[in-house]
């Protein structure tokens, strides 16, 4: 749905409409791009915010996102004074408020500000907004050495370890450790049980010579 400057929004039971017929019904779940597509206007809740830190904020409804920074929306102040990366809707979908760079070991790809991505472990799919319309794009050789380069921060991340910070994948080698473990003290219990079946002897009982009278 395409918002222009001039157009208003209507609120109604906790549902937001575009103009007074109340016809076009807005998809909370996305914010609207406004100024140019270089900002973001949510109306959730329920999206959560990303810090460059990585530390998850709780988003409110009412405030625009622009190149990390958060605004209120009716006083066009600072909300508060995080750097913010990434915006998570409630379908684990990803908006980048800063430009990425991904290089992986044949390509390099730029995935602009404000696109909407979907990270996986095996792949990027994104859409980024061209001349007011969403263009489809995707990355299929990325991996786990691949790395990702926030831009105007300067900080750059392995995939693995980009996508460890977002909690999309978790460290298995402390799992397999544990599972391994597990199952090694299992094996030396099991082997402990047996060797104790085998050094446990009855003891001979002798029947004591019957005297005679």
Known sequence: MQVKDQDSIYENLNSYYLGASKQDNINLNYPIYVNNSLALYNLSPKVTLITDEFQEVQGYSGTTLTSGELYNSNTLQRADYYDYILLKNTDNLYINTKEFKIKTNLNEYTIKMNSII?????FITFYTLKNDEFVYDKILDVDESSTITIEDYKR????????????????????????????????????????????????????EPKKKK
């Open 156 to 207: 750059t991340y392995t995939y693995k370890e980009f996508l460890m910070n977002l909690g999309i994948i978790r460290e298995e080698t402390n799992n397999n450790q544990e599972q391994n473990n597990t199952t090694e003290n299992e094996t030396k219990e099991e082997e402990t049980k047996n060797e104790t079946k085998n050094t446990t002897t009855t003891p001979e009982i002798k029947e």
């Open 118 to 122: 979907n990270f996986t472990r095996e």
